[in-house]
C-alpha cells in the first residue's frame, strides 16, 4: 500500500513543495528512509511511531519504506514528522487517501501526538499556494504567521487527533484564522518624540525619500539611535506581498515568536562585535544574516569605525546589488538584502569634535580615527551630517501626560512628525518610480553616472554653485556626483523638475566625507 | 676654535650629561677640549660624573660616529653657538638652565632692538588665528623679532604674520633637531624661516621632538624674548608652561583677553586677572616694550623710525577700513536673510540646528544662507555642520 503527502522543505529564504512517500507492506519490521535527508529528519521514525500509538492507532508490525523526493534537495528539519505520520495514518486506512492531495502537511510531533511549532511555516504556504495547493494542515502556534494568506483554507492543529479528523471530515475545524490586532498598536516611536534636531531629521528625510545611505556623526549620547530606529515608521508602507516576503524571513529564523507577521518595516541594529556569518548568513545549512533580516528595512550600524574592515568590506557587494549569495558545501542559496543603511560614528577619539572647548584631539588624530574606516564602504554613503549635542539633556519629552496630551496635536502640525515624514517619502517615491519607469533602477541613490545629465537638469545658479563647490571642496568626481543625486532628491521632495542653487545647498551641507579629509 | 665648537659639540651630544654639568666640565678642564681630553679616572676625580657616565662619557666623545654627525651638521649648515661664545644670546645667558649649546638653522634673532614670543594653542578658533597673525604681522612691520614654537594653530599664524611683512624676521623653536620640520605641514614656512629667521634648538640633528623636549623647548621661547604674548590658552594649557618659564626668567607677559565664557580664551583671562597685561591691539605690545623693557644702552631709549611707525599706522588705519568695507558691503551685497543669520553666527563655531533655532527660520533657508555666505567669504565652516564668522 502506498500513500502520497505534500510537505515542504527550507532552503535559504525560499520553501520546496516535496512528496513524502509512505510505503507499508507485509515484511520484516523495518522503517526505512531514504531521498537525502538531514539527521533531524531522520529521528523521526520513534516520535512518529510514539506519536501514532498514542492517539490510539498502535502501527503493525510491518516493513515501512519512506521516501522524500525531489531527491535533490536536502531536506532538514522536523516539518516531516507530521507528513510522515499522515501517510501511515493513510496506509492503515485510518485517514482517508482521497484527501492527500488536497493539503499541505507540515509539523513536528511530541511523543503524546502534539503538533509543535517549526521555522518557516509561511514560506512554505506561500509555496504551495504557488503549486495549487489550496488547503494547508499546519501547526496551531504557526497559524497567525499565515494571516496573509488569502483564499487559502489553513487549519491549525494542536494534535495529531484533530488532524486524523480535519482529513476525514472538512467541517470539523473552524477554518480560517483568528486576525490579530493588525499590528496596528499605537506605541511605534514615533520622530516627534524627539526634541530639536532639526538637521538630522531633514537628512534623514532627504535620505528615505532618495533612499540613500546615511552617515550620521556627532558625540556619544545626542540619540543617534534614537533617531535611526524611527527611520522604519517614515519609509512608505509596506504591501502585503512586502508583509509576507519579509515574515517569511523571520518565520524560517524562528523569530516570528509564533504570533503574527512582520507588518512594519524591521530595524536592525548588528552590534560591532558581529560575525561575518551571523552579518552576512551561511553556516552548514545557511541561514539568514543581518543584512538579510534588514531587508526593505533599515540596517543601523553604530560605532562604524569599530566594525572589523573585514566585514565592512564584504557588505558592499550585497548591499549594492540588493542580495547576497552564500554557497555552503555546494548548497548555494541566495538571501534578499534590499535595505536603507544607516550609520553613526564619533567624529574623532574622544567624539567631541567640533566643539573645541571640550575635544583636543589634533587634526592628525581625527584624520587617524576617520582613517580607520574602509574607505570603499565609505563610499556608499550618498550623505553625511552631523548630529550635535542637543541644548538641554532630554532627547525625548520628559512630562509623559504632556507629551500624550499634546502628542495627536503634534503629530498632525509637527513637519518631523513620522506621519508627515512618511506622507513626503511616499510622494518623493512615487515621483521617482514614475521618472523611472523605464529604468532598471527606481531610487535617485541607484542614479548611473551616465544618466545624471538626462534625468538631473540644473538651472543656471544650481549650476554655478555647484561648480563653485567643486573647486572650493576640491570634490572628487564621485563627490560631485553624490551632490546632484541628493540634489535631485531634494528638488524632487520640493516637487521641482529642475535642480535650483537652494537643492544643492543642502546637498553641499550634506556631502559625504571626501577621500581628501581622510 | 673650528676644534673647540667640535669638542663643544662632542660634550653636549653625549646622552645624559645635560646643561649643567657640561658647564661645570668645562670650568673643571679649562676648556671643552680639556674636558673632551681628561680620562676617566680625571672625569670621576672631579667629582661632576659618577664611574659609570664618566665611562659613557669617554667612550662617546672618542666614537667616530661624532665626527660623521659633525661633518653632516656643518653641510646642513647648521651653525653651533656655545654658552661661551659671544655670538650666544645675551637674554638666554641669565635664565635658569641655560643651553650649554644652541644648534641654528638661518640665525639667531638680533639682540636689538626687541624680541616678543607669540604663544598659544595648536587647536585655535579663527578668532585666534586672525589675532595671531595681525600681531606677528604688525611686530616685524615695527622690527620686532617674533618667536614661537612652529606648532600648529597659534605659532604658526604668529610666523605666517611675520612672514607676510617684507623683511620680517621670525625665529622658531624646537623641540627636537633642527633639520627635522614638525609639524611636516609646516614645512614651507620652515623652509622659509631657515632663509628668514631661524630655527633653533639644543638638541643635536636628527633628535625627534619627544613629548618631554616640550616644556624644556618653552623656557627658550620666553627666555630668547623680552615679552611672552599668549594667544588663545585654555585653562590648562601647554601655553602656561612658557608663561611659567617667563615668569621665573622675570619677562613681561601678556594676554589677548577672550569672552567671559569662552573656554578657548579661559587661560587667557585668568593671566589678565593675575596681571598680565592686557592686548587689545598689536601695538600695545610695542608700547610695552618701550615703557618697561630695559636695554643696557638706556630705559625706553627705542623709537621706531618714521618709516616703520608710518608703515604701522597704514595698516591699523586699512584694517579699520577693511572692517568698514565689511560692514558696508553686508548691508549691500547680502539678502535680508542672509543678514539675519550673519547676526545670529559668531567668532566660535554654531551648529546648523543651533543657527535654525536662534534665527527662527526654516531650516533650508537657513542653509542657503549660509552656504551662500560662505562662498562669498563671511562665513566660514569651520567643521562639517558648524559654522563661525569671519572677522
Ligand atoms: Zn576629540
Redesign the pocket.
Known amino acids: 500500500m502506498l500513500s502520497k503527502v505534500y510537505s515542504a522543505s527550507i532552503l535559504g529564504v525560499e520553501a520546496s513543495i516535496v512528496e513524502v512517500e509512505v510505503d507499508m507492506s507485509n515484511g520484516l519490521p523495518v522503517f526505512h528512509m531514504t531521498g537525502y535527508l538531514g539527521a533531524r529528519v531522520r529521528e523521526a521514525e520513534d516520535r512518529v511511531k510514539t506519536a501514532v500509538k498514542n492517539v490510539n492507532h498502535p502501527i503493525p508490525s510491518s516493513h515501512i519504506v519512506i521516501n522524500v523526493s525531489p531527491a535533490s534537495i536536502r531536506k532538514s528539519g522536523t516539518m516531516l514528522d507530521l507528513p510522515i505520520a499522515v501517510g501511515i495514518l493513510a496506509d492503515m486506512e485510518i485517514i482517508r487517501k482521497s484527501a492527500l492531495e488536497e493539503f499541505l502537511i507540515v509539523g513536528e510531533l511530541s511523543l503524546d501526538g502534539k503538533v509543535n511549532p517549526i521555522p518557516g511555516v509561511l514560506a512554505m504556504v506561500h509555496e504551495a499556494k504557488k503549486r495549487g495547493i489550496k488547503k494547508a494542515i499546519v501547526p496551531v502556534r504557526n497559524l497567525m504567521e499565515t494571516e496573509l494568506m488569502e483564499d487559502m483554507m489553513i487549519v491549525g492543529a494542536g494534535n495529531l487527533a484533530e488532524v486524523i479528523d480535519v482529513m476525514n471530515d472538512d467541517d470539523a475545524l473552524p477554518v480560517g484564522c483568528p486576525r490579530s490586532s493588525e499590528g496596528l498598536s499605537g506605541n511605534e516611536p514615533d520622530f516627534c518624540e524627539v526634541k530639536g534636531q532639526e538637521m538630522a531629521k531633514q537628512a534623514i528625510l532627504i535620505a528615505a525619500c532618495g533612499r540613500h545611505n546615511l552617515l550620521m556623526s556627532g558625540p556619544p549620547g545626542t540619540g543617534k539611535t534614537l533617531l535611526a530606529s524611527r527611520i522604519p515608521s517614515i519609509l512608505p508602507r509596506l504591501t502585503n506581498e512586502e508583509m509576507i516576503e519579509i515574515s517569511k524571513i523571520y518565520s524560517i529564523c524562528g523569530l516570528l515568536d509564533h504570533s503574527s507577521v512582520i507588518r512594519k518595516r524591521p530595524f536592525r541594529a548588528p552590534h560591532h562585535t558581529i560575525s561575518d556569518v551571523a552579518m552576512l548568513g551561511g553556516g552548514a545549512f545557511p541561514v539568514p544574516g543581518e543584512i538579510t533580516l534588514a531587508h526593505r528595512g533599515v540596517l543601523f550600524l553604530d560605532e562604524l569605525t569599530l566594525f572589523r574592515p573585514f566585514t565592512l568590506e564584504s557588505m558592499r557587494q550585497p548591499l549594492e546589488e540588493g542580495e547576497i549569495k552564500v554557497i555552503r558545501n555546494g548548497i548555494s542559496v541566495n538571501f534578499p538584502s534590499d535595505l536603507m543603511l544607516v550609520a553613526a560614528m564619533n567624529p574623532?577619539?574622544?567624539?567631541?569634535?567640533p566643539d573645541r572647548s571640550r575635544?583636543?584631539?589634533t587634526d592628525y588624530d581625527i584624520k587617524r580615527h576617520i582613517g580607520h574606516l574602509s574607505k570603499p564602504f565609505l563610499d556608499r554613503f550618498d550623505l553625511m551630517v552631523h548630529v550635535d549635542k542637543p541644548k538641554y539633556q532630554e532627547l525625548v519629552w520628559e512630562d509623559v501626560e504632556e507629551a500624550e496630551a499634546c502628542k495627536e496635536l503634534r503629530i498632525l502640525k509637527d513637519p518631523y512628525s513620522s506621519k508627515s515624514m512618511q506622507k513626503v517619502v511616499e510622494r518623493v517615491v512615487a515621483i521617482q518610480k514614475e521618472r523611472y519607469r523605464k529604468e532598471e533602477f527606481s531610487y535617485n541613490k541607484d542614479l548611473p553616472a551616465k544618466a545624471l545629465e538626462t534625468y538631473c537638469v540644473l538651472d543656471g545658479e544650481g549650476r554655478a554653485l555647484l561648480k563653485r563647490a567643486y573647486e572650493k571642496y576640491s570634490l572628487s568626481a564621485r563627490g560631485y556626483n553624490k551632490i546632484i543625486k541628493v540634489a535631485r532628491t531634494i528638488a524632487d521632495m520640493e516637487g521641482e523638475e529642475y535642480i535650483r542653487a537652494p537643492h544643492v545647498s543642502e546637498a553641499i551641507i550634506l556631502r559625504n566625507l571626501e577621500e581628501s579629509e581622510m | 676654535m673650528e676644534m673647540e665648537e667640535y669638542y663643544d659639540f662632542l660634550m653636549s651630544s653625549c646622552p645624559g650629561i645635560g646643561n649643567h654639568r657640561a658647564e661645570k666640565l668645562y670650568a673643571m678642564f679649562g676648556s671643552s677640549k680639556g674636558a673632551v681630553e681628561a680620562s676617566v679616572t680625571d672625569l670621576v676625580d672631579s667629582g661632576i660624573l659618577k664611574k659609570e657616565e664618566g665611562e659613557i662619557f669617554y667612550d662617546h666623545v672618542r666614537s667616530g660616529a661624532n665626527y660623521q654627525a659633525y661633518c653632516q651638521l656643518k653641510k646642513d649648515k647648521i651653525q653651533l653657538v656655545s654658552v661661551h661664545q659671544k655670538a650666544y644670546p645675551t637674554r638666554l645667558l641669565t635664565i635658569p638652565n641655560r643651553p650649554y649649546l644652541l644648534y641654528i638653522k638661518g640665525e639667531l634673532p638680533k639682540e636689538q632692538p626687541y624680541s616678543v614670543a607669540v604663544v598659544g594653542a595648536r587647536t585655535c578658533t579663527q578668532y585666534g588665528e586672525t589675532m595671531a597673525f595681525q600681531i606677528g604681522r604688525q611686530l616685524a612691520m615695527a622690527g620686532v623679532n617674533v618667536i614661537s614654537g612652529l606648532a600648529k594653530g597659534i605659532d604658526g599664524a604668529a610666523h605666517r604674520g611675520a612672514l607676510s611683512v617684507e623683511g620680517g624676521k621670525t625665529y622658531a623653536c624646537l623641540a627636537g633637531g633642527v633639520d627635522l620640520c614638525f609639524p611636516r605641514e609646516h614645512i614651507a614656512m620652515y623652509e622659509e624661516m631657515s632663509e628668514r629667521g631661524g630655527l633653533i634648538s639644543e638638541y643635536p640633528p636628527g633628535m625627534k621632538p619627544l613629548a618631554k623636549h616640550f616644556p624644556l623647548r618653552n623656557r627658550i621661547i620666553s627666555g630668547l624674548s623680552d615679552v611672552v604674548v599668549v594667544v588663545e590658552a585654555r585653562e590648562r594649557s601647554g601655553s602656561l608652561i612658557t608663561v611659567d618659564a617667563a615668569l621665573e626668567q622675570n619677562r613681561m607677559v601678556m594676554a589677548v583677553p577672550g569672552r567671559m565664557c569662552d573656554k578657548m580664551s579661559l587661560g587667557c583671562n585668568q593671566l589678565l586677572k593675575l596681571g598680565a597685561g592686557i592686548v587689545t591691539r598689536p601695538r600695545d605690545i610695542l608700547e610695552m616694550l618701550t615703557q618697561e623693557v630695559f636695554h643696557e644702552d638706556g630705559y625706553g631709549c627705542y623709537r621706531m623710525d618714521e618709516e616703520k611707525e608710518e608703515a604701522l599706522r597704514c595698516e591699523e588705519q586699512s584694517l579699520k577700513e577693511q572692517e568698514k568695507v565689511k560692514d558696508h558691503s553686508l548691508l549691500h551685497s547680502l539678502s535680508a536673510q542672509e543678514q539675519m543669520i550673519y547676526k545670529v553666527l559668531d567668532c566660535t563655531p554654531k551648529s546648523i540646528n543651533q543657527i535654525t533655532e536662534e534665527s527662527k527660520m526654516k531650516i533650508g533657508m537657513v542653509i542657503e544662507a549660509l552656504v551662500s555666505m560662505e562662498f562669498k567669504g563671511f562665513v566660514k565652516e569651520s567643521a562639517r555642520g558648524s559654522f563661525e564668522r569671519l572677522l
Open positions: 574623532c577619539k574622544c567624539g567631541y569634535y575635544c583636543r584631539c
